[in-house]
């Protein structure tokens, strides 16, 4: 990817349009259901639906937000992006337009532990990366495998293990669904040597595999790809109950919005399923509100929250990447929306 396409959703009081909420709509080329080359018309047939619905006051809570939706709208389980969109804005105003999501922890100080994401590229690239990222104070990184040849991924691990045997760094994989399966096993073998967190996806979405590999797989496996299209909660439950995954990884975006995700959530705590949250690459827009969001949870392990920093002309925001390998919440800095 060398650019990335969103849309944003502005709500507002026509008496007071300077006070507004705003929400960052960014399907994902291939995994979003609902990008097409009308998305843009689906986004302005929701927004003509939802001014025609003559919302009286933006409602105060999330569950709220969601019976609202579900009564003015139809079809909304396959727009996750659109969701959490409409979603974030509208929390947005009822806190005034100010950004503000939710009340957390998190607008008032307190960081949260965030992922060093290293791209993919030549081993060299990635070594660089890997260097600056504990450079800058991380010390949970992760790297996407099955992209390369397997013995040159191995060789990055294992440098990464000598170099830094020190640091004490956590190193989490994303297979995005690679592994095969007569070679799944020996892989995943292979990779634990290395004393791995946990990997994402290790065979393709809906592998009749995957709950032997849970089950068996030497490194936790966590589910990212496979929760896409779940939209119930019996049918996330049963999923979770035949797979038995060790963690599941949400993007709200792609996984219902941020309602979606909470019930992901409560049915991984029932089921002592440990999470994370991980953005789909959204602006500062989607990345504050996915940060207030998951700060109102007990935060145990490192989020996917990092990304902000890899575009040239992102809005600038209060939230800042700290040293330690932390994401916080700058006060001192302020929202620049004048494009929008």
Request: proline residues 4%.
């Amino acid at each position: 990817m060398r650019d990335r396409t969103s849309w944003f959703i502005k709500i507002l009081d026509e008496a007071d349009p300077s006070t507004f909420g705003i929400g960052e709509c960014a399907p994902l080329a291939g995994l979003s259901p609902e990008l097409n080359e009308d998305f843009e018309g689906q986004v302005h047939v929701f927004v003509d639906s939802f001014n025609n619905a003559q919302i009286q006051k933006p409602p105060a809570t999330l569950v709220d937000i969601h019976s609202l939706i579900q009564s003015k709208f139809s079809s909304i389980e396959k727009i996750s992006s659109i969701v959490f969109a409409l979603e974030t804005a509208l929390l947005d105003l009822y806190h005034g337009g100010v950004r503000t999501i939710f009340k957390s922890s998190f607008v008032d100080g307190k960081s949260i532990p965030i992922n060093g994401l290293i791209w993919m590229g030549g081993m060299d690239f990635m070594l660089q990366q890997i260097e600056i990222k504990i450079r800058d104070g991380f010390r949970c990184i992760k790297l996407k495998v099955g992209g390369l040849d397997f013995e040159k991924e191995c060789d990055i691990l294992q440098y990464v293990r000598r170099k830094y045997f020190r640091d004490d760094i956590t190193i989490r994989l994303d297979a995005n669904g690679a592994f095969k399966g007569e070679d799944v096993f020996y892989k995943l073998n292979e990779l634990a040597k290395f004393n791995v967190h946990s990997i994402e996806q290790p065979v393709k979405k809906g592998s009749e595999l995957l709950p032997e590999v849970c089950a068996k797989s030497p490194i936790p496996v966590a589910l990212d790809e496979e929760l896409l299209g779940i939209y119930n909660q019996a049918e996330r439950g049963a999923l979770l109950d035949r797979v038995k995954p060790q963690f599941i990884i949400l993007k709200p975006g792609l996984h219902g919005g941020l309602y979606g995700s909470s019930e992901w959530i409560s049915q991984a705590n029932m089921k002592g399923i440990r999470w994370w949250v991980t953005s789909a690459l959204e602006s500062n827009i989607g990345l504050s509100a996915l940060a207030q969001f998951v700060s109102q949870y007990s935060i145990e392990i490192p989020q996917g929250l990092g990304t902000g920093a890899i575009y040239d002309d992102n809005f600038e925001s209060p939230l800042e990447v700290l040293r330690n390998g932390h994401l916080a919440w700058n006060s001192k800095n302020s929202w620049s929306l004048e494009n929008i």
